[in-house]
Structure formats: C-alpha cells, structure tokens
C-alpha cells in the first residue's frame, strides 16, 4: 500500500482536484470527447473493454460508451468527489478510488487510456506507472498527454512541480520492446468545433 503518497497525489487528492471537476465536464466537452476518440481509435475496431487511469468523473469513459455500447469500463481515481461521481456513470464495483501506485491489474483490458494524467505524476514514480499502463493492456494503449521531446516543469495554475511535459510514449516504447506505435495525432485548443487542450496522442500496440 502506498502510505507515503507523492505531493502531486496529495495535490489532486485534495482541494484542487475537486475544485477540477466543475471546470472539466459539460455537453462541450462530451462531443469534443467523442469527437477525438473517433479519431485516436479509428484503426482499432472492435474493444470491448477498457480502463482508464485518473479517470476523474468519466468523461472520456462517456464518450467511448456512445462510440463501443457494450464497452465494460473500469476507472482508477484518486479524488474521492470526482469517483463518488465516476461511479454513478459506470458502476460503483468498476471504480477504484486510491493511487495509481497502488492498483494492481487484475485483468487485461483491450484499451488502456490515460489522458492528461502523466503530466501530473511524479517523474520518479513514472516507471511504476508505465509497467502498470503494460501490465493492464493485452491490445492497446492509448496515451494522450502534452508533448516535449526533452523533459520539462512549467507551472500549473499558479503552482509549481505540479506539470511535467516530456516524450511519454517514447519512454514506454523504450522500456517495453514489444509495443509498437500505430498511430498518432494532436488536437489544438483552438479547434472551432471540437477544441482540447492541445494534447498529443500515441496508440501503441502490443504485438
């Protein structure tokens, strides 16, 4: 059990990350949602499973139950507002409120996301959360966070060491020789249709 949590994870955990759940839901976000994913799975098919880490209040789960119906979902939260409200959209048994350090797969899942949530997670602890992202997946990891070829800090709403960008598929492209990168993309925020905040995507694949 992870009893000495990282500062980022306290960080989310508390005030700030429930304070992120007004800012990041809404019908907008839901069609720009469904929108992208058309788009990162277009060469998928068929998945019909998926777990998604830091999964806040569902939205990206939302928009792949509207593109797979029989989609089973399972979300990992840290926020415990944010996962009282992920488990009314997919189930109180499908979410597991704690760290991602803590979570240990317990099966394998067609698609694993993360969208947004490796730029917030300790550099040091990120080799735990890549072995994690593999370990989940017997098909497809779909990555989708802010890009740097090098890493670097900026800060985050006023904080600092709370946003990491650096090549995140790169490194577990790196680390595990099986996966291979089938296709990627970028989605700019100022989209006029379907804006996102100018997040990088790489579907890897396990082969």
Known sequence: ????????????????????????????LLASNLNFFS?????VGVINNCVEFGANVGMNLRALQLLYPNIKLKGIEINESAANELKCSIGEANVYLGSILDWNPDKF???????GVLIHI????????????????????LICEYYNRTPITIPYRGHNNRLYK??????????????????YGFSYHRDQG???D????????KI
């Not at 059990?1 to 508390?14: A, P, R, S, V």
């Not at 899942?109 to 969208?115: C, E, G, H, Q, R």
């Open 1 to 28: 059990m992870n009893t000495h949590m990282t500062e980022e994870e306290q960080f989310w955990k508390g005030e700030f990350g429930t304070e992120y759940i007004d800012r990041n839901k809404g019908k907008n």
């Open 39 to 43: 788009k990162a799975l277009n060469q």
């Open 109 to 115: 899942f067609d698609l694993v996301l993360v969208k």
């Open 122 to 141: 300790n550099p040091e602890k990120l080799n735990v959360v890549y072995q994690k992202l593999y370990e989940s997946s017997n098909r497809y990891i």
């Open 166 to 183: 650096r090549d995140f598929s790169g490194e577990m492209l790196d680390l595990f020789t099986d996966l291979t990168l089938v296709d």
């Open 194 to 196: 379907f804006p996102q």
């Open 198 to 205: 100018d997040v990088c995507w790489f579907l890897l694949k």
